[in-house]
T-cell receptor, first 111, second 116 residues
């Protein structure tokens, strides 16, 4: 069964600090992995898309890494801002038209 | 314009009511999706429309009835819902169906539905 596990479930950090969110997956075959940011009460917004041949992809202060061998990805947020407070969802696409969503990591950035 | 517009933003309905959710995009996307999201859970796929035809129905109860009148519009008709159907309903669209890396899914802000 295809699964995407994210950790931690929630995270609280101080403004200006860095943090790393984790995503492990067991989706086969693998096509690509996406990180989304979802503000409360809003739809998810795409941050990065990575295929198995890409190790790192950046989008501003967000940097995603992918290790296709160990089936792990991480999302690193640098110099966090209050606006980074949101849920971060890892989504893996395989060979079908149906993506597999992780449960998300809820990030709270305190001033 | 990368916007997916959903109306209404909020909806409260009784279990005997009939209501509809509306989704609109003008990006020329030929795939449109309905997702249901409960609090603190990830979105769950409900339906996929591909070129205005229903291509995926994830075993959704018949009290939810999707409709795609044209390539820009997607409706979700609701009838005889249960309180457990209360959730955030998200619409999304992409250029074509599937997870090709060029296919970015754009999500609407959602409709917050409460069933009393």
């Amino acid at each position: 069964k295809n699964q995407v596990e994210q950790s931690p479930q929630s995270l609280i950090i101080l403004e200006g600090k860095n943090c790393t969110l984790q995503c492990n997956y067991t989706v086969s075959p693998f096509s690509n992995l996406r990180w989304y940011k979802q503000d409360t009460g809003r739809g998810p917004v795409s941050l990065t898309i990575m295929t198995f041949s890409e190790n790192t992809k950046s989008n501003g202060r967000y940097t995603a890494t992918l290790d296709a061998d160990t089936k792990q990805s991480s999302l690193h947020i640098t110099a966090s801002q209050l606006s980074d407070s949101a849920s971060y969802i890892c989504v893996v696409w395989g060979g079908s038209y149906i993506p597999t969503f992780g449960r998300g990591t809820s990030l709270i950035v305190h001033p | 314009d990368t916007e997916v517009t959903q109306t209404p933003k909020h909806l409260v309905m009784g279990m005997t009511n009939k209501k509809s959710l509306k989704c609109e995009q003008h990006m020329g996307h030929r795939a449109m999706y309905w997702y249901k999201q409960k609090a603190k859970k990830p979105p769950e796929l409900m339906f996929v429309y591909s070129y205005e035809k229903l291509s995926i129905n994830e075993s959704v109860p018949s009290r939810f009835s999707p409709e795609c009148p044209n390539s820009s519009l997607l409706n979700l008709h609701l009838h005889a819902l249960q309180p457990e159907d209360s959730a955030l309903y998200l619409c999304a669209s992409s250029l074509t169906p599937g997870g090709d890396t060029k296919n970015i899914q754009y999500f609407g802000a959602g409709t917050r539905l409460s069933v009393l």
